[in-house]
């Protein structure tokens, strides 16, 4: 009868053992470099945190298998305990690391029995000293020395304010080492290039001046240090002994990436010049970050992470409606913006929801945020850049072009020099041209008028005749950029431009456009009457007829101020220049639409003609 017992428990005893602890146990593998033990982990939840080690060790049903995903609880206040068993089916001892994977975890204690006999204890965290940690790594990482044939019991105690996240990796030591060699490269290169495109950008607020550009250099300065933190790096190479800081360091960077971002966006789309209400949203969630940043000092972190989490998904979101908006209403490189941050606010909204344990860790939701800030800070440089080369791009085209055609130079045959030479002064000419001519207008630029400036200047000065200088503005012509839009001012520029040409008779007379709506004009070799006379047939071809664009039709008129006389000896061109720009504010002052005249004498005296009121046409 007793057999009979025995024989019949059999099964429910193999089902008892089946569901005991050492179900767990992983196989060492001489091949694998690595594995993912995360299927053979046991975890055991203790809300009080009153268990001790002796307590856990005792047999109990109450374990839990992990399964196939890494170990990954949320935010929670309990303390969490796992167990792994690992077993050396080989004859010889093997060393072999155990990593997990997951650097901000508060305090993390792990104990080592051999066939229950205690061979090491290690206590690590955030929260404790880096150097307490038996190999100096950013995640917490444990030798594991195995005897021929010996089966280890591995306990972890996790007691966190973070996110519990235990992905546990078993690793040989050359293929650790090998990984973190690799993994110490593309980290290296991804701060490398943040950092020097922090550096461009800054360097680039100190010319420009900017205020974009900083808050673009916060962000990318920011967001790799948030990175560094949340990744152990930071702990690891630049504040090992500062406990303290580094619980609060995670939320800082954090808070101020938020916050600059949304200052930057709302400079960079000029948000504030075409709707109030984004702007001010912009604004709110500056505000909130850079409280919240400055809270975490004082703050507990899981409180900070709280804010953070919901409000960086929110400003992730309206960051890009406002650039799909600003692309949508034709906001210069707006789509840049919107691909760029396309990258980064997808790395972002993944790396929250992991947080939220929506997402399970993985590397993607682990890194992505990295590999898009690069493309993302890639991709704004060069929009950002570009608002500063527009102008200068066709110059250094031809530079460009001009050096080719000087390489190519070198490696001719002898009797292709000529050839060549012909083709680089061709070049230059092009060059020098492009160099001096506005690109709205095609009228000479201010560069090129102040050297014809001068020399006529001198010129007339040498064989005492005189030389006339008219400046001009075309009157309300902010107006007209306001009313009708900068085409039409840009279109209005254009016919004035031609218009005022249209009206010179001689080669010597040379015309450029100064700056903004004002041209300047010289006439060499000529006196009061004929400038007065050249003023007044400007004056009037441009107010003759209404400024006709694809948009509108409008009427404008110009000011003119001019100086005219003998340059004497000692004096200067600026001071005639001068002394047309004062004869301009007088027709300005009263009342527009005409033109004011100041002879300048042989002595350098000015005595002012008044040419009375024009009437306008």
Same mark, same amino acid.
């Given at each position: 009868m007793n057999t009979l017992l025995v024989w019949l428990m059999r099964p429910v005893v193999f !089902?008892?053992?089946? %569901?005991?602890?050492w179900c *767990?146990? *992983?196989? %060492?593998s001489a091949e694998a470099s690595s594995s993912a033990v995360n299927e053979h982990v046991q975890f055991l939840e203790d809300p009080d945190g009153r268990y001790t080690i002796e307590t856990v060790r005792k047999p109990d049903d109450h374990w839990v298998p992990?399964? $196939?995903? *890494? !170990? #990954?609880?949320?935010? @929670?206040? @309990?303390?969490w305990w796992l167990h792994l068993q690992l077993e050396n089916p080989a004859d010889a001892s093997t060393l072999r690391y155990l990593e997990l994977g997951y650097a901000v975890l508060d305090y993390v204690d792990v104990w080592v029995y051999d066939s229950g006999k205690l061979l090491d204890s290690y206590q690590?965290?955030?929260k404790r000293v880096f150097a307490e940690r038996p190999i100096e790594h950013r995640f917490f990482v444990v030798p594991l020395h195995f005897p021929p044939g010996a089966t280890l019991d591995i306990y972890y105690r996790i007691k966190t304010s973070? @996110?519990?996240q235990a992905p546990l990796t078993l690793w040989q030591r050359d293929a650790f080492e090998n990984r973190e060699n690799q993994a110490n490269i593309a980290q290296g290169l991804y701060y490398g290039a943040m950092f020097?495109? *922090?550096?461009? #950008? !800054?360097?680039i607020f100190i010319v420009v001046g900017e205020r974009s550009y900083l808050y673009y250099v916060v962000v990318v300065v920011s967001l790799p240090l948030f990175i560094a933190s949340l990744s152990g790096q930071a702990y690891h190479y630049i504040w090992p002994n500062a406990v303290g800081w580094n619980d609060h360091s995670i939320p800082f960077f954090l808070a101020l990436t938020f916050g600059s971002s949304a200052l930057f966006t709302r400079r960079f789309l000029q948000v504030r010049e075409w709707s109030r209400v984004l702007n001010i949203g912009l604004t709110g969630i500056a505000v909130a970050a850079f409280s919240t940043a400055l809270l975490s000092f004082v703050s507990p972190y899981r409180l900070s992470i709280h804010v953070l989490v919901p409000l960086g998904l929110f400003a992730c979101l309206f960051e890009m409606l406002v650039g799909v908006m600003s692309w949508y209403?034709?906001?210069n490189n707006a789509r840049f913006y919107v691909i760029a941050w396309l990258f980064f606010l997808g790395g972002g909204v993944l790396l929250a929801l992991n947080k939220l344990s929506i997402l399970p860790t993985n590397f993607i939701t682990e890194y992505a945020v990295q590999i898009g800030s690069v493309l993302e800070a890639v991709l704004l440089s060069f929009a950002m850049a570009e608002r500063i080369n527009v102008e200068r791009k066709l110059r250094f085209a031809a530079q460009d072009e001009a050096l080719q055609v000087t390489r190519r130079l070198n490696g001719e045959l002898e009797q292709r020099v000529r050839e060549r030479t012909l083709e680089l002064e061709k070049l230059n000419s092009r060059l020098e041209e492009m160099s001096n001519t506005d690109q709205l207008t095609k009228l000479k630029n201010r560069r090129y008028m102040e050297n014809v400036m001068q020399k006529e200047w001198a010129r007339c000065m040498r064989y005492k005749r005189d030389f006339a200088i008219l400046m001009l503005d075309v009157d309300f012509f902010k107006r007209v950029n306001d009313e009708y839009g900068h085409p039409a001012g840009d279109a209005c520029l254009k016919l004035v431009a031609e218009r005022v040409n249209d009206c010179i008779r001689w080669p010597s007379d040379q015309l450029a456009r100064y700056g903004g709506e004002e041209f300047c004009l010289i006439l060499p070799e000529t006196g009061a009457e004929g400038a007065r006379v050249v003023a007044e047939r400007i004056r009037k071809a441009v107010a003759a007829n209404p400024i006709e664009t694809d948009s509108a039709t409008f009427n404008v008129t110009v000011s003119i101020g001019v100086c005219v006389g003998v340059p004497p000896q000692g004096g200067s061109v600026e001071a005639m220049l001068k002394s047309s720009d004062l004869a301009l504010? $007088? @027709?300005k002052e009263n009342g527009r639409n005409r033109v004011t005249l100041y002879r300048q004498d042989q002595l350098g005296n000015v005595a002012h003609l008044s040419m009375g009121r024009a009437s306008k046409e």
């Open positions: !089902f008892i053992l089946l %569901l005991q602890p *767990a146990m *992983a196989l %060492l992990q399964g $196939q995903k *890494a !170990f #990954n609880q949320g935010y @929670s206040d @309990s303390t690590m965290g955030d973070t @996110s519990v020097v495109i *922090a550096i461009y #950008n !800054f360097l209403k034709g906001v504010y $007088q @027709s």
